[in-house]
């Protein structure tokens, strides 16, 4: 299933969750197969010693890692930390994104002048920046937040330009001959139209965003989960970094998700197969 | 690319709009063209020549133009440069290798595709930043985890993308080849592979732009050659012009490589620009 995204290029979505009969016969599999994987691999390091427990830890020891991990108050302080910046410049870079997404969108004047350097943007490895990021803010909490900003303001103002250019003139007119117009035409039609576009703007954001905050840490950090996993590596205590590892992945997966479903809770009429099509 | 000269939905509106909506396709490259040289040039005045913004926080092009020169003649650009090419070019190769066979098997056989695909999408969700530490505590520093962070950031979209283009391939196209009597090897070869490449093509530009991503990330944080070491050497020694004329080449290897996959594209599968605008 394929999205064409603002860059022009089909992008693939994750496909919805068909439920047929012989879907639940597909995840005993996966299950089992996982299980197998951490059996061999629990046999291969503790029982057979083919791999030194130092490097690759068993899974056993992983686990014990984590459960510990979240009894303590240090890393429920990192969490908060770190989803506090990731946060507070996600909010921002949904805001402007989607204001300055609409904007462009909507105004063909705006869209030829601007939109090209918003793509140029777009596609440039914003985290090449970071270092400067830190240089001019300093360590602490700005130079997280601009930079969560910065990488996650550019997909979600691509993609709802997108969806503002996208939306059915047909829809438009009929807002104009029921009188509507201005804002209100924009709070109207135009926004709800353009709201599943936004959203998976947002989706892209996030994981960005997610990367922006993470790499501030490593850069220079005195707190958040990404420092908190730099210093485990770097301590080589490799049970707590994968079991750190493994937060971070819960957290992104975590937050795609519910993405989704918001987009699911908000935008019904549409989905991904929609926007195919309408693109 | 397309989205910025499309029509849009705002009918019926006269002035510049129109007027630049009216241009023939040189003239809107001339208009835009001239807009990059007023922007360089306003840049140039607000920082150069008024000092509005600190020059050592944001310099201006012609600054950048002279640290570009700097690391050039210094010889650390070359060597640097070629660290980088190695490390992305080796870990891209592996992704392909990868991911290539993965997807057209994911898209052979529903098993697998039921279980590697989960497993894909978890991983894939995940900032590859997260496993940076890790690569680095397990292939020392240097070149290999830059490769492990390359390989693994652009790795799936290929494998994702190859094992969607399989599943999509339209029904009625195979039912046809095996009608006219198509063995398996006739059916792979010429129905679903080319209803698969386009998509094939698409996970590769992706690639590409996660893969650079990725390669500066891991140069950043735990390597002492690479562009992404020069960045935050220049950084860290207040010489911004230097770290934005290497940024610039990052850019520059980023977007050429898109292009070079289109290329590409265009040259091995003329069949599927017709799908795009």
């Known amino acids: 299933m394929t999205v064409t995204s603002a860059t022009g290029t089909n992008r693939i979505v994750r496909p919805r969750r068909v439920v047929r009969s012989g879907e639940g016969r597909w995840a005993w599999l996966l299950v089992g197969v996982v299980a197998a994987v951490l059996l061999a691999w629990e046999a291969a390091v503790s029982w057979l010693q083919l791999v030194p427990a130092v490097f690759l830890p068993p899974p056993t020891e992983i686990l014990a890692a984590f459960v510990r991990l979240l009894g303590e108050p240090e890393f429920w302080q990192a969490f908060a930390y770190s989803m506090g910046n990731l946060l507070i410049g996600l909010a921002l870079a949904i805001v402007v994104g989607v204001v300055v997404g609409l904007a462009v969108g909507w105004s063909p004047v705006l869209r030829f002048t601007v939109a090209p350097f918003l793509w140029l943007l777009y596609s440039t490895p914003k985290v090449a920046l970071a270092p400067l990021f830190i240089l001019i803010l300093g360590l602490g909490n700005e130079s997280k937040i601009a930079l969560v900003f910065l990488l996650a303001v550019f997909p979600i103002i691509l993609n709802t330009m997108e969806g503002a250019v996208t939306v059915s003139p047909s829809l438009v007119n009929a807002g104009r001959v029921f009188g509507v117009n201005g804002v209100y035409l924009g709070w109207k039609v135009i926004f709800p139209a353009t709201l599943p576009y936004s959203l998976s703007g947002i989706q892209r954001g996030a994981a960005l965003g997610f990367t922006g905050e993470v790499l501030g840490e490593f850069l220079g950090g005195t707190g958040g989960l990404g420092h908190l996993l730099e210093f485990a590596a770097y301590q080589f205590m490799m049970a707590e970094a994968i079991a750190m590892v493994i937060v971070m992945v819960i957290i992104a997966n975590l937050t795609l998700w519910l993405i989704s479903a918001l987009r699911r809770r908000l935008a019904p009429w549409y989905d991904d197969r929609r926007i195919v099509g309408a693109s | 690319m397309s989205a910025f000269l499309a029509s849009g939905p705002n009918l019926g509106r006269g002035g510049v709009g129109a007027w630049l909506a009216g241009l023939s396709p040189r003239g809107k490259v001339l208009v835009l063209a001239g807009e990059v040289v007023v922007m360089l040039a306003l840049w140039q005045l607000v920082v150069g020549v008024l000092g509005w913004i600190n020059p050592v926080f944001f310099p201006p092009p012609s600054a950048i133009w002279q640290g570009f020169l700097e690391l050039w003649s210094s010889g650390v650009l070359a060597t640097n440069a070629l660290v980088s090419l190695q490390a992305w070019l080796t870990g891209f190769a592996i992704a392909v ?181």
Not at chain 2, 173 to 182: E, H, K, L, N, S
Not at chain 2, 226 to 234: D, K
Not at chain 2, 261 to 276: G, I, M
């Open chain 2, 97 to 277: 290798g990868i991911g290539i066979p993965l997807g057209l098997l994911m898209g052979t056989s529903l098993p697998v595709d039921r279980v590697v695909g989960p497993i894909a999408w978890t991983i894939y969700a995940t900032p590859t930043i997260a496993y940076q530490p890790l690569a680095k505590a397990w292939f020392g520093f240097g070149i290999g985890p830059v490769i492990f962070l390359v390989a693994i950031s652009a790795v799936f979209p290929i494998l994702l993308n190859v094992a969607a283009g399989m599943r999509t391939t339209n029904p009625s196209i195979i039912r046809a080849g095996t009608v006219f009597g198509a063995g398996r090897f006739q059916l792979y070869r010429s129905v679903y592979l080319p209803s698969t490449v386009p998509f094939l093509f698409a996970g590769l530009r992706q690639a590409v732009v996660l893969a650079t991503i990725g390669m500066v990330v891991a140069e950043l944080t735990g390597s002492a050659q690479g562009m992404g070491a020069v960045i935050i050497r220049a950084a860290n020694t207040y010489q911004t012009d230097q770290a934005f004329a290497a940024i610039a080449l990052v850019v520059v290897w980023s977007v050429g490589m898109t292009q070079v996959v289109t290329l590409v594209e265009r040259w091995v599968a003329p069949w599927t620009r017709k799908a795009r605008r």
